[in-house]
């Protein structure tokens, strides 16, 4: 198997004890981009501030020109979040940063 059908299952904090296989590779290249951007402490960066911070990093292999970087962004945020990674910070909009975990 090719390391662009490999699969992954990710949680997602709003959803509790359900699964979804995705795409190993872009997860793992996603997650890779957005955490080193996020602080550690909140309130945190917006999610439009974390993505305009993680484009420059992000593959170009695997999101030319940050193709569908918004959608893989939300699938890393959700399970991150849910496995105590990064939290949400203070009030709307969205603010993230990371817990040290």
Do not use: C, Y
């Not at 699964?19 to 996020?38: E, S």
């Not at 695997?62 to 939290?87: C, H, S, T, Y």
Request: avoid cysteine; proline fraction near 8%; charge should be positive.
């Amino acid at each position: 198997m090719s390391d662009t059908d490999e699969k992954i299952e990710i949680e997602s904090i709003t959803s509790p004890n359900h699964v979804q296989r995705v795409n190993k590779a872009k997860f793992i290249a996603m997650r890779d981009a957005l955490l080193p951007v996020l602080p550690t402490e909140p309130p945190g960066m917006s999610v439009a501030e974390a993505k305009a911070a993680l484009l420059p990093n992000l593959s170009q292999e695997r999101f030319p020109g940050g193709e569908k970087a918004g959608w893989w962004l939300k699938a890393v945020q959700l399970d991150q979040e849910a496995k105590g990674v990064i939290e949400r910070g203070g009030k709307a909009p969205v603010r993230l940063f990371r817990t040290g975990r």
